[in-house]
């Protein structure tokens, strides 16, 4: 088979496929911390999961969700919590170029977001868009990917959707057979009628190439600026079938 290629860690997606008839497992938790006008946000999500399944060479298709989130808000008056369940995520992953995510690749990914989730952290309405991950690889030890996005998000105010683009650049490290480090830059603005946004955020993150068909991560995200979550912190791991 291909070597083990996972989605995660890092900000944009990759373009690679899982061989046709297997499937690849990862998931993870995470914490991320906001914090503005004297309240603090903290999110904390647990089995926060993608399922991958090859069809072809070229096509696989992807069911995304979190088994469980919990939020709480801290004001000098108060403090709020609610957990539940996260929004389902379907998707269709048809690479280009390079099934494999090695050299010169690409692909087109499209999705669909349904509400299923809780109040805590689901979105309330459905959402969709589309990626167009690429990259290729500088040398032996270096590569460069990119994800241009853009999606329809629902409003804040919950009566119709609003456009969101952007995407993210990455530069891949391999530091040895078994160890890699990325570091990636993402923007994303988000037009909602309420007031629009722009989200920029700088990630680190590592990799472990435990066995053939085991991956563990693990990563930092930081916010550059006031539209932007403080801290992310997150781990995984990636297992293929």
Known sequence: MRDLCGDRPGLGSSTCIVD????????????????????????????????????????????????FGHVRTRTPLAVDEDSGIGDVTLALRRNLVSPDGSGTNAAVQAYVTLPTGDDAIGAGEWSAGILLPFGFDL???????????????????????HASFGGSAGIGIT?????????????????????SSTEALLGLSMTLSVSDNVQLDAGLNLGLNDDSSDTELYAGIVTRF
Do not use: M
Request: glycine share 10%.
């Open 20 to 67: 046709a008839g297997h499937v690849q497992v990862e998931t993870g938790l995470s914490w991320t911390r906001s914090e503005e006008l004297g309240a603090r946000e903290d999110v904390f999500l647990v089995g926060d999961t993608l399922l991958r399944f090859g069809l072809d060479e070229r096509t696989e298709v992807q069911l995304g969700f979190t088994a």
């Open 139 to 161: 040398n032996d030890s270096l590569s460069i990917a990119f994800t241009p996005q853009a999606s329809l998000e629902p409003d804040s105010d919950g009566e119709g959707h």
């Open 175 to 195: 530091l040895s057979d078994r160890l890699g480090a990325a570091v990636d830059l993402a923007v994303i603005q988000d037009d909602d009628p309420a007031g």
